[in-house]
C-alpha cells in the first residue's frame, strides 16, 4: 500500500491526511494491493473518500500514467 500512498499524494499533494487514510482503508477493502490494481478501481468505488473532482483526476492520472512501482 506504499506505493498506492505515493501516488495519492503525488497526484493530489492537497489532499489532507485524513482522506489519504480513508481512502487507503476503502481501496484496501476493494482489494487493491498494487499500484497496478488501482487502474480496475471506479468512481463509485471510493465516492466519499476524496472530494469528486480529486476522484476523478486521481483516476485520471493512474489510467494514463506508467508508472514504475
Not at 503525488?10 to 491526511?17: G, N
Not at 487493491?32 to 483516476?59: A, H, M, W
Request: aromatic share 6%; hydrophobic share 40%; net charge positive.
Amino acid at each position: 500500500m506504499d506505493q498506492v500512498r505515493q501516488v495519492i499524494k503525488l497526484t493530489i499533494p492537497e489532499v489532507s491526511e485524513e482522506d489519504v487514510v480513508k481512502l487507503e482503508q476503502q481501496l484496501a477493502a476493494l482489494g487493491v494491493r498494487t499500484y497496478r490494481d488501482l487502474r480496475y478501481v471506479f468512481e463509485s468505488d471510493i465516492n466519499g473518500c476524496l472530494k469528486p473532482v480529486q476522484i476523478r483526476i486521481l483516476l485520471d492520472q493512474i489510467r494514463r500514467r506508467k508508472c514504475n512501482f
